[in-house]
């Protein structure tokens, strides 16, 4: 089965540190770009990274840049954010998720949409 | 990157159809067929409904389409069902390389 499992989260002060984990099954992680996405309590979605299967390449949203990292480990298969500086609207629950990939005879493309997600981990600035 | 424009709420009657709009910019909605929507019933993660404009991943019901004109992307649900009653979300590639989500939409079957 395909799946994410997403840990890490819990209570932290303002100014402080937290690492997310994201174990990744099922699949070729090694293959996939891989995000994190946040949703503050009671508010729409939020993307916050990303970064491709080698992890040569990585993009942020401008609210969380200098201050989180996202880094990937593709022998154990695992994504992480490292959170630092964390302000009050950090709080969320922070879930990862997985690029859609097709392949074809010829090769592998991968679409611009979140097609896995994990169950999600809650971080509490506070 | 602000994000893209979503109304707050829309509702239908089981049976009917409901479109929810999904407004952008050129650098985002308008400039690439790569907009996604996503389900989230309350307390869950979100599911991916459609890809690219108009694709269903498999196991989507065809009751759900999507289409885009400019800067704006629809997503449609026709034959309301109760079990629809969830939040929608529309994401966008941007201009950035990165990601834009919309605000959401809170669907209410009547």
């Known amino acids: 089965e395909v799946q994410l499992v997403e840990s890490g989260g819990g209570l932290v002060q303002p100014g402080g540190s937290l690492r997310l984990s994201c174990a990744a099954s099922g699949f070729t992680f090694r293959s996939y770009w891989m995000h994190w996405v946040r949703q503050a309590p009671g508010k729409g979605l939020e993307w916050v990274a990303r970064m491709n299967g080698d992890g040569s390449n990585t993009k942020y949203a401008d609210s969380v840049k200098g201050r989180l990292t996202i880094s990937r480990d593709n022998p154990k298969n695992t994504l992480y954010l490292q959170m630092n500086s964390l302000r009050a609207e950090d709080t969320a629950v922070y879930y990862c998720?997985?690029?859609?990939?097709?392949?074809?005879?010829?090769?592998?493309?991968?679409?611009?949409?979140?097609?896995?997600w994990g169950q999600g981990t809650m971080v509490t600035v506070s | 990157q602000s994000a893209l424009t979503q109304p707050p709420s829309v509702s239908g009657s089981p049976g009917q159809s409901v479109t929810i709009s999904c407004t952008g910019t050129s650098s985002d909605v308008g400039g690439y067929n790569r907009v996604s929507w996503y389900q989230q019933p309350p307390g869950t993660a979100p599911k991916l409904l459609i890809y690219?404009?108009?694709y269903r991943p498999s196991g989507v019901p065809d009751r759900f389409s999507g289409s885009k004109s400019g800067n704006t992307a629809s997503l449609t649900i026709s034959g309301l069902q109760a079990e629809d009653e969830a939040d929608y979300y529309c994401?966008?590639?941007?201009?950035?390389?990165?990601?834009?989500f919309g605000g959401g939409t809170k669907l209410t079957v009547l």
């Open positions: 998720a997985r690029d859609l990939r097709f392949c074809r005879g010829t090769g592998c493309d991968t679409i611009d949409a979140f097609d896995i």
């Open positions: 690219d404009v108009t």
């Open positions: 994401s966008s590639y941007t201009s950035a390389a990165t990601r834009v």
